[in-house]
């Protein structure tokens, strides 16, 4: 069967790399979740898979916005503008 992992942010050198040259309203979105390791991500990935999971959202907070984009997506997009709006009046 065909899977899709859908990680969040995940702590690798090339993420380290991005934070230097991300916009600020990037990571305002990005909000302070924690990174997962790369050994979690890819073992949960693997469990996944393993189980003929379809969609796999490694970590908590992953799965957690996950539902709420799929069942409450006005709310999440309020949320998100909100945090854009922030970015944008900090930088002017």
Sequence with gaps: GVSVAVPAD??????????????PET??????????????????ILDGIVAGKFVIAP????????????HFPRTMHMIIDRDLRKALRARS
Excluded: C, I, L
């Design 59 to 70: 970590g908590f907070m992953t799965k957690v916005t996950r539902f709420m984009y799929r």
């Design 27 to 44: 990571a305002a979105v990005a909000g302070n979740v924690k990174m997962m390791s790369a050994e979690a991500v890819a073992q949960q």
């Design 10 to 23: 995940t702590d690798t050198p090339q993420h380290s790399e991005e934070v230097k040259v991300m916009p």
